[in-house]
């Protein structure tokens, strides 16, 4: 058992030394964006701006039930793509995301670690399917925007691109000039797993409770760690 634990954290050293390029995902890894102003009381607001409309019908209960407005958001682009209610819907969650920064919980050692890692070298991009509006929002805030910019990588129009399509993480590869064997993605979804996966760039799983590192690691990810606290103690040693 503490032959395997060794070589386990001998691994995990390896993937954060070796990577130049550092992909991060926002609402999880670098802060818990809906820490107060909760998503779900944003995916309520926009079922009740649909139902508004009589619109109700175009989510399923399922959907409804899941009170993650991105769900809600992806549900109405399937039925409805390209149409000005996705725009007028995707606009509505860009501002519940913006409102939601000033109340952003910051991950514990996030910010710390992404000013060693980049003062060591490492290029840093935000790969995520919330609106780059809302993330520049965020870092400006933290002071944090040097280390990134303008390297933020966010949801767009084409809502079908958002993770797990690898679209956002291969934008930031091709603006960066890296190859993805370079490259380290850091998530906390199943959709950054299969995402990364898809670019060829290797994952490392942030869980914040044990469920869900459980959740990431039946899925596949090798790595996955419930505090950032050890990436930083690596790039000190």
Request: charge should be negative.
């Amino acid at each position: 058992m503490a032959a395997k634990r060794k070589n386990a954290t001998k691994e995990l050293t390896e993937l954060v030394r070796s990577a130049r390029v550092v992909l991060w995902d926002f609402d999880g890894p670098i802060c818990g964006l809906f820490a107060v102003h909760s998503a779900e009381g944003v995916a309520d607001d926009l079922v009740e701006w649909l139902a508004s409309r009589g619109l109700s019908g175009l989510v399923t209960d399922t959907e409804r039930d899941s009170l993650d407005p991105q769900v809600l958001l992806r549900a109405v682009d399937d039925r409805h793509s390209g149409s000005d209610l996705v725009v007028e819907l995707e606009e509505r969650l860009t501002k519940e995301e913006l409102r939601a920064t000033s109340t952003a919980r910051p991950t514990a050692f996030a910010d710390v670690l992404i000013q060693t890692w980049r003062a060591l070298g490492a290029r840093m991009a935000v790969t995520t399917n919330n609106s780059p509006r809302a993330v520049r929002a965020y870092l400006e805030d933290r002071g944090l925007t040097p280390c990134f910019a303008p390297h933020i990588y966010g949801r767009t129009q084409d809502l079908h691109r958002l993770k797990p399509d690898p679209h956002c993480l291969n934008r930031a590869l091709s603006a960066m000039g890296a190859a993805p064997a370079a490259a380290l993605m850091i998530g906390d979804s199943l959709s950054d797993l299969e995402a990364a996966a898809r670019a060829g760039v290797p994952f490392l799983g942030y869980a914040r409770n044990e469920p869900k590192a459980k959740l990431l690691t039946e899925a596949g990810a090798g790595h996955v760690v419930g505090s950032l606290e050890p990436l930083l103690a690596i790039l000190r040693g």
